[in-house]
């Protein structure tokens, strides 16, 4: 079964905190997002990956084939990184993007 | 480049009505990918479309339906609507291109979505 799974499912954090999220897939994937949704509904790609590492900014994605797991890392973490982060996986048995259910993250100064 | 734009923004309806909604790609993008997103079931894939063609579609059942325009301008239709697709109605346009280029595969640009509530 095509599964994925997000961890945690919320997340709170004090202003310059590393931040780490996790997702975790069922079989093997073509490609693997990290997308940000803003109160009010609006996605932001932040990551498209199908292996090794991708940084941008404070945000850094990883992904490991052999684990089927990928993580989203935010350094110095700041108030306006509060959102929710959705991992979603394209999985080589099927055309279609799988969404996990996302991580409510928010930080506080 | 102006991004994607949904039309409307915002839509109350009632049981057993049909609506249209409209979305706008980024200017030269030529696939356009539909999205619901409830409280329930997250966010689930609707269909894409590339070059007026259908090419994908996820498991709604028939009453759900798009099509595409010679402009890549796209619209999904609703028809007697049900309390349950009550939902926020999420567009993405990328740069796939038509050899197997689907368009998870492609970074994906979204609007802001069609609040649609069905009373």
């Known amino acids: 079964k095509n599964e994925v799974e997000q961890s945690p499912q919320n997340l709170t954090a004090q202003e310059g905190e590393f931040i780490t999220i996790n997702c975790s897939y069922s079989?093997?994937?073509?490609?693997l997002h990290w997308l940000q949704q803003h109160p009010g509904g609006g996605i932001v790609s932040l990551f498209m990956?199908?292996?090794g590492k991708k940084k941008h900014g404070r945000l850094i994605a990883t992904i490991n084939i052999q684990e089927k797991h990928s993580s989203l890392h935010i350094t110095a973490s700041h108030p306006r990184d509060s959102a929710v982060y959705i991992c979603a996986v394209i999985f080589y048995n099927t055309d279609k993007l799988i969404f996990g259910t996302g991580t409510r993250l928010q930080v506080f100064p | 480049k102006a991004g994607v734009t949904q039309t409307p923004r915002y839509l109350i309806k009632t049981r057993g009505q049909q609506v249209t909604l409209s979305c706008s790609p980024i200017?030269?993008?030529?696939?356009v990918s539909w999205y619901q997103q409830t409280p329930g079931q997250g966010l689930q894939f609707l269909f894409e479309y590339f070059s007026e063609t259908q090419r994908n579609k996820g498991n709604f059942p028939g009453r759900f339906s798009g099509r595409q325009f010679s402009n890549s301008r796209s619209e999904m239709n609703v028809s007697t609507l049900e309390l349950g697709d009550s939902a926020l109605y999420l567009c993405?346009?990328?740069?796939?291109?038509?050899?197997?280029?689907?368009?998870?595969?492609?970074?994906?640009?979204f609007g802001p979505g069609t609040r649609l509530t069905v009373l």
């Open positions: 200017s030269g993008h030529r696939s």
């Open positions: 079989v093997g994937i073509s490609a």
């Open positions: 990956l199908s292996s």
């Open positions: 993405a346009s990328s740069s796939a291109s038509g050899t197997g280029g689907l368009a998870g595969l492609n970074e994906q640009f």
